[in-house]
């Protein structure tokens, strides 16, 4: 860049417009923009001036009021529930889950404790008894927990989910079995022995020892207990029930084991089973017909051999399931066990949350290091867990980032000369946002609006960068206003200036993140709705309390004190003198023109002869640089920055107070010498225009890599061990328990062929896990029908022997006692009874329905005489059927009178699913659901799809819609508040162009980092919208309002715009730096990166692409110059070639300086100051005062001055 031209060598086109200018005009379409935009400056500038006049009282109330709303956050909600923060709002599945809950309540039946095992060395095969023998260490391990709560001491078989304990009238037998009932475990262990181990359950009787299940035979249990009650009732139950000698019928995995029962297949040979082989097609429970655990749900990553026998396996999976604190608490309420405690649900979850992560700590530590298996363990405590500390708010974060914050706007603020100093005003500013967005966060807890992992992990960072680019921009304008301005007015003056651009960038991100809030996702929602008022708390803080606080200021600089240490006093200050404005007289100032601004050395000297002390100007000839156009001349800007003229070479005076030369750099002066001239020349347009266009057909190209889907493994910290276990599910076991539930609102009773036909369709789709052949349906109205199917024979069989007669069924066998009483039922409250219908009907008709009349009178039997078969069903019916206890010898008429069930309002068929890896898989396996259920809804049933993937998956399948809905909407609304306030469309629909760009590279930008698009993504792009807004209007504003041709007005808004837009992108990104830090890279790839790349590519387009699509296409100036011959002001060509030179008359002493200025051209140009000169003495002493007076030259229409303006 060493051949780079300053500004006044910019391209041939970088002219000023006209010569001269006596006035301006506004262009004739333009009047009632100029006039509103003039009225709504007007009113900023009689609110800047009150709080000026006011701030001390204005800065306390602010301060009183926004701190009373920070404390709003006392009452602020923590969600974590998954339900609550991604189901979306008013949907279907909202719906659904509402109709769930509202049927059988807030919880599920069980929670689920999982295990799962593999091998060290990748890919290794499981399937072998060591691998087994330590899986049983761990699972032993794990299940042994216990937890002391309130007195008591809580273990697995009192907390654990137990599917369909019996009722039996004997209490004994009642206690005994609820005693040794076992826990349902699904695991690979099931298959042998050992699986018993993991049972607690035991129990006593005389004269034998403790009865457990590694050496219960429930046969030989019922013969020996035989002769003390009848148990034919249990013992038909079991028979039914298929559990046969239950675990002591299994072999053993170590046949050396000196428990191992005579009974198992390998006791006598001692030989170790075929592992692989006694896994093939599963294991099951104690129940061999309900309790089968499916090779899906044990084993991951298996490999068959060509005939489909399982070979090998890469992981092993044991899950335990345990009672929901709801069915805890009633389990035990008004037990002996808690009637001292106080019992309560919220107690009950406190226990089974700690047994939960006491039995994952034991779990992982199970195993030695050196082991060649690795155990990953997980519940849903510790999902929880996982969850709150992702919405905690990290304190060490939040602190660094702030004091980042205020490292930055301190050190970007201060200045050599203590007078424009503004190091204090950037640290009260961040001190002021950081307050801001407590009070609007305190505000949301107030209204209601729960908290959430991206409102504690990402707004307070995001919210502070947004903030203090106001903050910049205010305190830049503030020292650029005119030293002329009246003291009591220079903060109506600021906010004349910029307050129109901070109200647009204001409302332009509210509007963007209430235009998120169309997403109907409840997390993203709330933190949208958070971030609008966060930026309306900003809005207000930074337009209200910061003029305060710089007014405050204002009062530090006029009475001479230091920046920050503003208890002592400044001595450069001391040494700034104003020299007042006077009328030059016509022999030095040329006619045409109106004002000067004029930058001087001045120099006080004590006169010896009248010991009075006089300002002087040394004797020198101040001239511009050869290469100083006239356009460099009339808009160079005024502000912070003083820029002192050198003496002459040789001269004997010099200043007491001058700066280094490095602070006399800054980004103003850094755009008018370099920036500007090379992005306004032709090549370098070109140059930006093609990059562009490369760089939007780049992200075109990523935005098709975009995949849809958020895993939780994205969000739980990697490295942990919670993260391994849900890779290795993700991996391994891709299964999702769901379940096709059935509403009210059509009968039943005659529905039950389109039950059958949903059934079969949901059961042909791909991702369902087929049943094997021999295994009897999963859904309750097979198991209804093959149990009445069942009955019927044992009583056709009793009829024919003669055990069942018309008139009793005594002699019968229990079963058929119970088809006897059901045959009988007439559903007729008149005549009930009919004996004769015994021959002439079934239970099952030959087509396979049950007869309408019996439906519900049977479905009362079922549930209560088939309590194993009803919980494999998991039917959850509702209004759950009545309670009915069958005794074969009790043929009263009571007995005899069945209640029949309610009409179902609720029920539900189990299925699962497997394969799902992608999100495209979800998304089939969701569409084919939804098409089974549409199906069935034309035949009249009603029925909804239930389940995770339902829940989380299902807003894929509408989420892309809904972003580009929420983008083109916030585009339109955009494209009218800038139109609104900035008065021209056609700067708005350029500015809506660049927003576009924006976002579609932002979207090209994630496909490239490999992000995937859920909606935490969708509404950063749509937010993205409003915050490149930031970037883009304050220099489509300041090109609007400026003067001259195209390039000349873009330099001029770039040079008054670089620098606070600059210094607002770095804020952001210190603001959002901290996210990098954080421990979950869910964190730092969805927001940090995210919000990164959105910061870079608003600057780049607010700076660099927007400039020059305005420098080519941006619409014509506000106001026009009028130009006036006047044979005394020099042509165009004379300016350019030697400068505009202001001298003394010819006949004034020579001893008088001669100084170069420039000709502001403004709206409503305030009047300039003038220079008292005296002349200089021969040798005078010097003392320096650096002499400085500005003009406005924004641009920016004003409702004041006392220049008109035709019209």
Not at 476 to 500: N, W, Y
Not at 544 to 552: Q, V
Not at 846 to 866: A, C, H, N, Q, R
Request: proline share 6%.
């Amino acid at each position: 860049m060493t051949g780079l031209s300053p500004l006044g060598e910019l391209p041939p086109e970088y002219t000023h417009a006209a010569p001269t200018t006596a006035s301006q005009i506004p262009m004739g379409s333009l009047k009632s923009p100029l006039w509103l935009r003039a009225y709504f400056q007007g009113l900023l500038f009689s609110l800047g001036c009150s709080i000026q006049r006011h701030c001390g009282k204005v800065l306390f109330l602010g301060l009183l009021a926004f701190g009373a709303l920070a404390l709003g956050l006392r009452l602020a909600i923590i969600e974590t529930d998954l339900e609550q923060l991604w189901v979306e709002v008013g949907s279907r599945v909202s719906q659904e889950l509402h109709y769930t809950k509202e049927k059988l309540g807030e919880e599920a039946a069980y929670t689920s404790q999982m295990l799962i095992q593999t091998s060290r060395q990748e890919g290794k095969n499981v399937l072998t008894s060591e691998a087994l023998s330590l899986h049983l260490q761990a699972a032993f391990t794990a299940s042994k927990v216990q937890v002391s709560l309130y007195g008591k001491s809580w273990d697995l078989n009192k907390i654990c989910y137990k599917s369909g304990v019996p009722l039996i009238e004997n209490g004994m037998i009642e206690r005994m079995i609820e005693k040794l009932f076992p826990c349902v475990i699904l695991t690979p262990l099931d298959c042998f022995w050992e699986g018993a181990k993991l049972q607690g359950g035991s129990a006593y009787l005389p004269g034998r020892p403790d009865i457990q299940w590694t050496n219960l035979d429930p046969e030989q249990l019922l013969k020996e207990l035989g002769s003390f009650a009848s148990l034919e009732g249990v013992r038909e139950l079991l028979d039914k029930a298929q559990v046969g000698q239950a675990y002591v019928g299994r072999p053993c995995l170590d046949p050396e084991d000196l428990q191992c029962p005579p009974t198992a297949p390998n006791h006598h040979s001692r030989q170790a089973p075929n592992v692989a082989q006694e896994l093939s097609g599963g294991c099951h429970g104690f129940s061999h017909k309900f309790m089968h655990w499916q090779e899906e749900l044990l084993l991951g990553g298996m490999a068959r051999d060509p005939q489909g026998q399982l070979l090998r396996a890469e992981a092993l999976q044991s899950t335990f399931l345990l009672m929901s604190p709801r069915q805890l608490y009633e389990h035990f309420r008004g037990d002996y066990q808690t009637h001292d405690i106080s019992w309560s649900e919220e107690q009950a979850g406190i226990v089974l949350r700690a047994w939960q992560r006491r039995f994952v700590q034991l779990a992982q530590e199970a195993l030695p290091e050196n082991s060649s298996q690795q155990i990953h363990a997980f519940s849903s405590a510790t999902l929880d867990d996982v969850l709150q500390a992702f919405s905690e708010v990290s304190a060490i974060r939040v602190a660094g980032g702030y004091l980042l914050m205020l490292a930055y706007a301190c050190m970007t603020m201060l200045r050599w000369d203590c007078g424009q100093s503004q190091g204090a005003v950037g640290l009260a500013g961040v001190l002021l946002v950081a307050l801001a967005v407590a009070s609007g966060l305190g505000l949301c807890a107030m209204l209601g609006i729960t908290f959430n992992a991206a409102t504690t992990q990402v707004l307070p960072f995001l919210a502070l960068g947004i903030g203090v680019d106001d903050v910049f921009l205010l305190a830049h304008s503030f020292t650029k206003a005119p030293l002329s301005t009246p003291l009591q007015e220079r903060m109506g003056e600021c906010l004349q200036r910029t307050g129109t651009s901070v109200t647009l960038t204001s409302v332009s991100n509210m509007v963007a993140f209430f235009s998120a809030a169309l997403v109907p996702i409840p997390a993203l929602r709330a933190f949208s709705l958070q971030a609008a008022v966060v930026v309306g708390c900003n809005f207000a803080a930074v337009m209200l309390i910061f003029p305060a606080i710089l007014s405050l200021d204002l009062h530090r600089r006029h009475h001479q004190r230091l920046d920050v240490l503003c208890c002592f006093s400044s001595s450069c200050s001391a040494r700034v003198m104003q020299i007042l404005p006077q009328e030059l007289g016509e022999r030095t100032v040329p006619v045409g023109i109106a004002h000067l601004t004029t930058t001087v050395q001045a120099f006080t000297h004590c006169e010896a002869s009248s010991q009075n002390v006089v300002t002087v100007l040394p004797p020198q000839t101040l001239v511009p640089p050869a290469s100083a156009s006239l356009a460099s001349e009339l808009f160079s800007p005024r502000g912070s920055t003083r820029d002192l003229l050198e003496q002459e070479e040789g001269s004997r005076q010099k200043a007491s107070f001058k700066p280094p030369p490095c602070a006399c750099w800054n980004l103003a002066r850094f755009t008018r010498n370099w920036f500007a001239p090379l992005l306004l020349q032709s090549h370098a347009k070109a140059l930006v225009l093609v990059f562009s266009g490369a760089l939007l057909g780049l992200s075109l190209y990523g935005a098709t890599l975009v995949e849809d889907g958020l895993a939780l493994a994205d969000v739980v910290p990697r490295g942990t061990k919670e993260h391994a276990f849900l890779s290795a599910q993700l991996r391994y076991f891709s299964l999702y328990e769901v379940a096709l539930v059935t509403q009210g609102g059509f009968d039943y009773t005659h529905s039950q062929r389109a039950l059958f036909d949903l059934h079969q369709r949901f059961s042909s789709l791909k991702a369902v896990v087929p049943s094997p052949a021999a295994r009897v349906p999963r859904t309750w109205l097979h198991y209804y029908r093959n149990w009445l199917q069942g009955i019927q024979a044992a009583f056709d069989q009793d009829w024919a022997s003669g055990r069942i007669t018309r008139h009793s069924c005594r002699n019968g066998s229990e079963d058929g006692a119970l088809a006897y009483k059901l045959l009988i039922q007439t559903g007729n409250a008149q005549e009930p009874l009919d004996f004769s219908q015994l021959t002439t009907r079934k239970l099952v008709d030959k087509e396979g329905l049950i007869p309408p009349e019996l439906f519900y009178v049977g479905l009362t039997v079922w549930v209560s005489s088939d309590p194993l078969g009803l919980a494999a069903s998991q039917a959850n019916f509702y209004p759950p059927p009545p309670e009915w206890l069958h005794d074969r010898f009790d043929t009263t008429g009571e007995n005899l009178l069945i209640p029949a069930a309610q009409p179902l309002e609720f029920a539900q068929f189990p299925f699962l699913l497997h394969g799902l890896q992608e999100t495209a898989d979800f998304m089939e396996a969701i569409e084919g659901a939804r098409a089974a259920c549409a199906e069935a809804s034309q035949a009249g049933v009603h029925a909804y799809p239930s389940g995770s993937p339902f829940l989380f998956w299902e807003q894929y399948l509408g989420l892309r819609r809904c972003f580009l809905l929420a983008v083109c909407v916030l585009l339109v609304c955009t494209f009218l508040v800038c139109a609104l306030l900035l008065l021209s469309p056609w700067t708005a629909a350029l500015i809506v162009v660049v927003l576009a760009m924006v976002t579609v590279e932002l979207f090209g930008v994630m496909g490239f980092l490999g992000i995937k698009l859920s909606a935490i993504p969708v509404v950063i792009l749509v937010a993205s919208v409003g915050i490149g807004v930031e970037f883009t209007v304050h220099v489509a504003q300041g090109f609007l309002t400026s003067q001259g041709s195209r390039n000349l007005r873009v330099a001029q808004a770039l040079e008054h715009t670089f620098a606070p837009v600059t210094d607002g992108a770095v804020s952001t990104l210190l603001g959002l730096l901290m996210l990098a830090g954080s421990s979950f890279d869910f964190i730092v790839r969805y927001f940090f990166m995210v919000l990164m790349a959105l910061t870079l590519l608003g600057l780049l387009h607010g700076l660099v692409l927007l400039p020059v699509l305005l420098s080519i296409v941006g619409p014509p100036p506000e106001v026009v110059q009028v130009c006036k011959a006047n044979p005394r002001v020099p042509s165009p060509a004379a300016a350019q070639e030697g400068g505009l030179r202001w001298g003394a008359a010819p006949s004034l002493p020579q001893s008088f300086a001669r100084v170069t200025a420039s000709m502001t051209v403004a709206f409503h140009p305030p009047l300039l100051p003038g220079a008292h000169i005296h002349p200089a003495s021969d040798e005078p002493t010097w003392s320096s005062a650096a002499v400085t007076s500005t003009a406005d030259t924004s641009g920016n229409p004003s409702s004041r001055g006392s220049c008109s303006t035709t019209e």
